[in-house]
């Protein structure tokens, strides 16, 4: 069974003790599994305080991140590509503390629209960090999870298919692709196989709508969406996100642009997604035993 999650700017903007007290405590009340955390800078976050108020609501955290263009470590430009390494040994360490089980995000490449594409050595250069952060992360048994995302986020990883190629580069069976269905309606040619493509380096979900409001109110093809995760048996987390500028504030607004208002109440969003996924999980699951059912009379 799919452990189900909620980020965290669905109840928040920031991660004050208030802030994370009220998040996780609504998470938990909620019945999922995982609260993600923004953590671009994992050295703002309470750790201890954050760990002690999983632990009382049962609940566990796992954190995300995009770098930026002075932590770029696809840049080839060896000062960036140290301060990226950097931030993601903090942010491992972080998650390790916090007893998190994954790190995801965009964490090849900066997290902007870039005007280039990306270069053989740029490529190189993550895939050696990949590789040494990959094992790092290992020791805490953390996943890494490298979110495909759209063309106006990163220059690296636009498909599933970009995304196993990265996997198989880098050759740890804890670097795996992270897919969101927000990202993948804007780039994926089919979503279902897109799914199916990225089979077993699967290790992350985001569930998100196409305006990345409430699920089932825009254009997602949410069927074959979970018709592919069933497809491939996938077994790892799920996680609704979902963005409005009640609660989203800079930089990321500025960055994802985040410019209306999607909803106003984080509680009643959150209670429809949750619905919304168990019930398409279950769809998938029945409409794979299908053929078993439909058997001619011997
Ligand atoms: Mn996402």
Redesign the pocket.
Same mark, same amino acid.
């Given at each position: 069974m799919n452990k189900l999650g909620l980020h965290a700017n669905v109840w928040v903007r920031d991660w004050g003790r208030d802030d994370c007290v009220l998040a996780v405590n609504k998470t938990a009340e909620l019945g999922f599994d995982i609260i993600e955390i923004s953590a671009p800078d994992p050295k703002a976050l309470d750790i201890a305080f954050t760990a002690r108020q999983l632990d009382k609501a049962g609940i566990r955290a796992n954190l995300s991140l995009g770098l930026d263009a002075e932590s770029d470590i696809s840049s080839g430009d060896p000062a960036r590509v140290r301060a990226g390494e950097a931030r993601l040994r903090d942010v491992i360490a972080a998650a390790g503390d916090l007893g998190a089980s994954h790190v995801c995000g965009i964490l090849y490449s900066a997290f902007q629209k870039y005007a280039e594409p990306p270069t053989a050595a740029g490529i190189a250069g993550a895939v050696e960090v990949l590789s040494r952060v990959g094992e790092e992360a290992a020791r805490h048994g953390i996943t890494l999870g490298l @979110?495909v995302v759209n063309r106006y986020e990163t220059n690296v990883l636009n498909t599933a298919v970009q995304g196993v190629e990265l996997c198989r580069m880098i050759g740890l069976p804890n670097v795996r692709i992270h897919l969101?269905s927000? +990202?993948m309606n804007i780039e994926e040619a089919d979503m279902e196989l897109a799914i199916v493509d990225a089979g077993e380096h699967l290790g992350y979900f +985001?569930i998100?709508e196409s305006n990345r409001g409430y699920l089932g109110a825009g254009s997602v093809d949410f069927p074959r969406i979970f018709n592919g995760l069933a497809r491939i048996d996938y077994s790892g987390p799920i996680v609704f @996100?979902s963005f409005s500028s009640t609660v989203v504030g800079q930089p990321l607004c500025g960055i994802l642009g985040i410019w209306r208002n999607l909803w106003d109440d984080g509680e009643d969003l959150a209670r429809h997604a949750k619905t919304f996924m168990l019930a398409h999980l279950q769809a998938a699951r029945e409409g794979k035993a299908e053929p078993r059912r439909s058997a001619l009379p011997a």
């Open positions: @979110e969101d927000y +990202h +985001h998100g @996100e």
